[in-house]
T-cell receptor, first 115, second 112 residues
């Protein structure tokens, strides 16, 4: 696709439920990032994939959060036993190549609300 | 550890006035520095970046920023604000690991 696509754009769920958020990066981009943005804050790093593997998952807050990218393209962020504090906009970004230039291409985000 | 501080969560300027958005960073090694912009209902997009070389970098839409190591700053400026510049601006730093650390953002309002 032309840009990074994230679905759903909005998700409302109840505390304790399981949620999946999907990211479709720009075609050919090997690097994929997940960030979380809470109200009034800047994006907070969660995890970075290079190809199929998670190169850096140090930003995942706890073991309720997990992300996969099985074929090196689409990625899914999975949140188990959601809590009200998980409410945020989850941003996905992709970039090309292995050389790091800092230019990330962001999607519009998935807004998660946990009631 | 690296961090970014953006002074002023909201900045309001008149159309045609100078825009100055402040960013200070903390890093133990030479950083890469970035400004991203987020327009309403859009994803973040790169405005400009400093990696190495010339300390004054120019970006899109007439914005520029100067890396000042002695002041650990990377302030964003534009000589003349336009209504279309109204957006949220994020400063970010990267050192070593391939993940950006963002500041908390500055919302720019442009008054007619």
């Amino acid at each position: 696709g032309a840009g990074v696509s994230q679905t759903p754009s909005n998700k409302v769920t109840e505390k304790g439920k399981y949620v999946e958020l999907r990211c479709d990066p720009i075609s050919g981009h090997t690097a994929l990032y997940w960030y979380r943005q809470s109200l009034g804050q800047g994006p907070e790093f969660l995890i970075y994939f290079q190809g199929t593997g998670a190169a850096d998952d140090s930003g995942l807050p706890n073991d309720r959060f997990f992300a996969v990218r099985p074929e090196g393209s689409v990625s899914t962020l999975k949140i188990q036993r959601t809590e009200r504090g998980d409410s945020a906009v989850y941003l996905c970004a992709s970039s090309s190549g292995t050389g790091y230039t800092g230019e990330l291409f962001f999607g519009e985000g998935s807004r998660l609300t946990v009631l | 550890a690296q961090s970014v501080t953006q002074l002023g969560s909201h900045v309001s300027v008149s159309e045609g006035a100078l825009v100055l958005l402040r960013c200070n960073y903390s890093s133990s090694v030479p950083p890469y520095l970035f400004w991203y912009v987020q327009y309403p209902n859009q994803g973040l997009q790169l405005l400009l970046k400093y990696t190495t070389g010339a300390t004054l970098v120019k970006g899109i839409n007439g914005f520029e920023a100067e890396f000042k190591k002695s002041e650990t700053s990377f302030h964003l400026t534009k000589p003349s604000a336009h209504m279309s510049d109204a957006a949220e601006y994020f400063c970010a730093v990267m050192t070593g690991r391939r993940a950006l650390t963002f500041g908390s953002g500055t919302r720019l309002q442009v008054q007619p």
